[in-house]
């Protein structure tokens, strides 16, 4: 725990002017950004006596090494410059709403040729035309189902589209007019898009004017007696004013707003928000935080307007925002939303009249959503601290283990030796560091590693020495090493060649790699692969980071250099987070290695032919029959294939000569030679024996 008082700037220091300030801990990574008025008023108040400062501060604090500041002219520009280095750099203790689920959206691909309305989610894309978003995937769909009557806009993929076209015949949806099936051109691709932008301008709101239009066309229709087309028009009407009913008018006066509702207490906070579009609901979305610090409701609301509104321009940024409070000071936000926008931006607080009666509606669900997301966490809050400290006790570790890395190795009977690395932290999976390794096994290891009952161990080694030397190599380059020590100090002869540190990721400040210390190394395995994972970092003089194994026929759990091993009681909720840790990286590395078992399997000589694509490949085998008829085969017979040349027949012809023969595959039920005219549907067994890709991993010599 660092004293904040050691990297604490000298009075004069810093500048009394707008900016942007970054803590960074002790490996560099940046774990706060906030923005200021006045920095050095701002910054002054997180050297203060820690008995003073909230306890998530105190521990912010604690946990920096250091702080910097980048100076702005304006405080808009903070708020800019702030955004942008929360979503570059992702800082632990920063205020991040997290969404309990991820909305769908109605969205209308304009930047196709031919627009597609479909359900998305996720990150928005260019070129595609978003409302929403929606509590419920089925929400959308009823509201397609019946705004495709009137707008028949094309709702197919890609696939069913190219089909459609080529078979000259359209889908369901176009026999049952609700498709106008520009596959088979009924409608030009202008017509199509013009069908796409009425769409979306009923669904953005302007609804009474296009029904004004329908019922004009509608009375026409009657007056000249055409009274099929009347009836269809007004079933037209009907079907969009079910549509219109399925979101009930809440602001009389057609206001397009969005209404944003803030729930605290002490710790945590939720914030509801409400899509208004016409007058009408159009979407309704929650997120939750923990208030990393003393933090105030206006606070609260700038980071939810930088979340919402961030990435959006454009009709996507209302004329209205609502707020519970408004942000300290004012002007800057709204300048900011303005400039997203294009256009003026109102951003107050609702005093009386139906806005303020839908504000307490609002509130009253952010309410409602934390009480409901402090009910699912408490367990969960409690079970992982438990975990943690039972871990802590079993395996007399001096801090919590806050973040563990469990390494598995995984292959098939020797071959493809791949290792998996999983994270955790506080307890959760953090899978975007998840990392893969091949293994390469090393030359000279002979007089180290006897049998190959060994290669689960000297695999273990080799993953451990390359992921901490990438540590250290990192550690290096930003300047951490003290007292003289130097990276890989002890690192025997004939070790792994990694990239030097130059090649690392330049990052700074954003999570890297390798750059970032476990308190604790777990290893799938008993006594001899935690003996491998303690000498690997033995070697490299890294002697602070925990190293246990876990063992799976009786959940033991190892310690390197004891005789007898840790037993949890099997109701321990550290043992359980540890089999939930070691499970995933079995997981992970299982999964890598049939990845990279299936591409062996399917590899053939025909892949090193520089030039030759997948099509022209399919045409010789179709043409062939197999790849053995093809290496028999003349180069006159090559070129009779459609698309292959005589240069190229010969290069074919060549690396066919060049490869060896697969061996015959044989029928273990009949001892028969197959002819290798069929694709082999399994991999076997060192004898003989299929061995299937679901297969269970038991014993050494199966999959593991």
Request: proline letters at 5%.
């Given at each position: 725990m660092a004293d904040p008082s050691s990297y604490r700037p000298k009075p004069g220091e810093i500048p009394d002017s707008p900016g942007v300030y970054r803590f960074r801990d002790e490996h560099r990574r940046v774990i706060y950004v906030g923005k200021a008025k006045s920095l050095r008023q701002r910054l002054a108040n997180y050297f203060q006596d820690l008995a003073g400062l909230h306890p998530r501060t105190r521990s912010m604090v604690t946990t920096a090494a250091s702080v910097e500041w980048t100076v702005v002219s304006t405080e808009v520009e903070a708020l800019q410059l702030e955004y942008s280095w929360i979503k570059e750099y992702d800082p632990r203790f920063n205020v991040k709403y997290r969404d309990d689920k991820s909305y769908p959206y109605l969205a209308v691909t304009m930047g196709e040729q031919y627009p597609r309305v479909q359900v998305m989610r996720g990150h928005k894309k260019k070129g595609v035309r978003y409302?929403?978003?929606?509590?419920?995937?089925?929400?959308?769909?009823?509201?397609?189902?019946?705004?495709?009557?009137?707008?028949?806009?094309?709702?197919?993929?890609?696939?069913?589209?190219?089909?459609?076209?080529?078979?000259?015949?359209?889908?369901?949806?176009?026999?049952?007019?609700?498709?106008?099936?520009?596959?088979?051109?009924?409608?030009?691709?202008?017509?199509?898009?013009?069908?796409?932008?009425?769409?979306?301008?009923?669904?953005?709101?302007?609804?009474?004017?296009?029904?004004?239009?329908?019922?004009?066309?509608?009375?026409?229709?009657?007056?000249?007696?055409?009274?099929e087309r009347a009836a269809r028009l007004r079933d037209d009407i009907g079907a969009l004013k079910k549509a219109m009913e399925k979101n009930a008018v809440v602001l009389a006066d057609a206001t397009d707003a969005d209404l944003i509702a803030v729930a605290e207490d002490e710790l945590e906070a939720a914030v509801q928000i409400f899509h208004v579009r016409g007058g009408r609901v159009r979407g309704q979305r929650g997120w939750v935080t923990d208030k990393v610090e003393e933090i105030t409701?206006?606070?609260?609301?700038?980071?939810?307007?930088?979340?919402?509104?961030?990435?959006?321009?454009?009709?996507?940024?209302?004329?209205?925002?609502?707020?519970?409070?408004?942000?300290?000071?004012?002007?800057?936000?709204?300048?900011?939303?303005?400039?997203?926008?294009?256009?003026?931006?109102?951003?107050?607080?609702?005093?009386?009249?139906?806005?303020?009666?839908?504000?307490?509606?609002?509130?009253?669900?952010?309410?409602?959503?934390?009480?409901?997301?402090?009910?699912?966490?408490?367990?969960?809050?409690?079970?992982?601290?438990?975990?943690?400290?039972?871990?802590?006790?079993?395996?007399?570790?001096?801090?919590?283990?806050?973040?563990?890395?469990?390494?598995?190795?995984?292959?098939?009977?020797?071959?493809?030796?791949?290792?998996?690395?999983?994270?955790?932290?506080?307890?959760?999976?953090?899978?975007?560091?998840?990392?893969?390794?091949?293994?390469?096994g090393r030359a000279g290891d002979t007089q180290l590693w006897h049998g190959t009952g060994q290669d689960d161990v000297r695999s273990m080694h080799e993953v451990i020495t390359r992921r901490f030397r990438r540590y250290l190599a990192e550690k290096e380059r930003t300047g951490e090493w003290t007292d003289g020590e130097e990276p890989g100090a002890g690192t025997p002869a004939g070790g792994l060649a990694e990239p030097p540190a130059h090649t690392l990721t330049e990052d700074d400040g954003r999570p890297r790699r390798f750059a970032y210390p476990p308190q604790l190394v777990v290893v799938d395995g008993g006594a001899p692969q935690v003996a491998a994972a303690r000498r690997a970092l033995d070697e490299l003089g890294i002697d602070d980071i925990a190293v246990c194994g876990l063992a799976k026929r009786l959940e033991e759990v190892w310690l390197p250099g004891d005789d007898d091993p840790v037993v949890l009681p099997r109701t321990s909720e550290g043992l359980y987070l540890l089999q939930r840790v070691r499970d995933e990286a079995h997981r992970f590395a299982i999964t890598y290695q049939r990845t990279k078992r299936t591409k062996r399997f399917r590899s053939s000589p025909l892949d090193d032919v520089p030039g030759l694509g997948e099509t022209r490949k399919q045409a010789l085998l179709k043409h062939f029959g197999s790849l053995r008829k093809l290496r028999s085969a003349t180069i006159d017979q090559i070129c009779e294939v459609p698309g292959i040349g005589r240069k190229t027949a010969e290069t074919i012809a060549g690396a066919l000569a060049r490869a060896e023969p697969a061996a015959p595959a044989v029928n273990t039920a009949t001892g028969e030679i197959m002819d290798d005219t069929e694709e082999p549907q399994q991999a076997t067994g060192s004898r003989g024996e299929p061995v299937p890709t679901g297969a269970p991993d038991e014993g050494r010599g199966q999959e593991r």
């Open positions: 409302f929403g978003p929606y509590a419920h995937a089925w929400a959308i769909r009823d509201t397609v189902d019946l705004m495709l009557r009137v707008f028949p806009v094309r709702t197919c993929s890609a696939g069913v589209f190219k089909n459609a076209a080529r078979t000259g015949r359209p889908c369901l949806l176009g026999y049952i007019d609700k498709c106008s099936a520009p596959c088979v051109d009924r409608v030009s691709a202008e017509d199509h898009r013009e069908l796409a932008e009425e769409f979306c301008d009923f669904m953005a709101g302007r609804t009474g004017t296009y029904l004004r239009r329908l019922e004009t066309r509608m009375t026409e229709a009657a007056e000249e007696m055409e009274y409701t206006g606070a609260l609301v700038e980071h939810a307007l930088q979340q919402l509104y961030g990435e959006e321009t454009g009709d996507a940024v209302p004329r209205e925002v609502l707020v519970p409070a408004l942000p300290d000071p004012v002007e800057p936000v709204q300048q900011w939303l303005t400039g997203r926008r294009g256009s003026g931006v109102s951003l107050r607080i609702p005093q009386r009249g139906d806005k303020r009666a839908l504000m307490e509606t609002v509130e009253r669900n952010a309410q409602q959503a934390l009480v409901l997301h402090k009910t699912k966490r408490a367990s969960d809050l409690t079970t992982r601290s438990r975990a943690l400290e039972e871990i802590t006790d079993a395996l007399d570790l001096d801090s919590a283990p806050l973040r563990i890395e469990c390494y598995d190795i995984s292959h098939l009977q020797g071959d493809d030796v791949v290792a998996s690395m999983v994270v955790f932290e506080d307890g959760l999976a953090r899978k975007s560091e998840y990392r893969r390794f091949q293994i390469k």
